[in-house]
């Protein structure tokens, strides 16, 4: 069943901070954890992912980190700068199934 | 960059009429899905499509939704018969293999008066 879910519904950073956004999951069989980025009036943007056997990944400028003893997964933004403002979702998808179960969202806004 | 697309960007319509909500895939891909995020909520997985037939469903597909590939390029989503609660945004994605990343399109915002 439905086990994605978020901390904040909100998160307000200073401009060129870090950001991290967490992420609570409570199922185990989930292979993949995925972080969307939505931008006001555009669908979902993949960010990054990461396998359930990895407990770190690193992209451009986002690092996903998943503890699976806790159950947690973070996506964190390094030097945030305005265009990073939107809602993030955190994501999780079975290895042999193909839909993508979405977490409700957390909005990041960037203080200048 | 190739991009999925999605036509009407809004749909107003009366409860109870039939709608039908297209979306251009990426060229070249073969895993078609469509989702709804009702307004403020988080993003629900409706169908997933691949070789001219539907591979899974959730709850929500019922038997007033459909899908279908009519042209070999378009894939769209039919709600035969509207009521209120199908508000929403809907969004189309597709990939290129079962596991890689789903390109999202802008979706199409219905509105059912």
């Known amino acids: 069943g439905e086990s994605v879910g978020l901390h904040l519904p909100t998160l307000s950073v200073q401009e060129g901070d870090n950001s991290i956004i967490n992420c609570a999951y409570s199922n185990s069989a989930s292979d993949y954890f995925i972080w969307y980025k939505q931008e006001s009036g555009k669908g979902p943007q993949f960010i990054i992912d990461i396998r359930s056997n990895m407990d770190k990944r690193q992209g451009q400028r986002v690092t996903v980190l998943l503890n699976k003893t806790v159950k947690h997964l973070s996506l964190q933004i390094a030097a945030t700068q305005p265009g990073d403002s939107a809602v993030y979702f955190c994501?999780?998808?079975?290895?042999?199934?193909?839909?993508?179960?979405f977490g409700s969202g957390t909005r990041l806004s960037i203080r200048p | 960059e190739p991009e999925v697309t999605q036509t009407p960007s809004h749909q107003v319509t009366q409860m109870g009429q039939e709608v039908i909500l297209r979306c251009v895939p990426i060229?070249?891909?073969?895993?078609f899905y469509w989702y709804r995020q009702i307004l403020g909520q988080k993003v629900e997985f409706l169908v997933s499509?691949?070789?001219?037939?539907?591979?899974?469903k959730s709850e929500i597909f019922d038997d007033q939704f459909s899908v279908e590939r009519p042209d070999g390029s378009n894939f769209t989503l039919k709600i035969r018969s509207t009521k209120l609660e199908d508000s929403a945004m809907y969004f189309c994605a597709t990939s290129g293999l079962a596991d890689n990343e789903q390109f999202f399109g802008p979706g199409t915002r219905l509105t059912v008066l």
């Open positions: 994501a999780e998808r079975y290895s042999s199934a193909s839909k993508i179960i």
């Open positions: 499509f691949y070789n001219n037939e539907i591979s899974e």
């Open positions: 060229s070249n891909h073969l895993y």
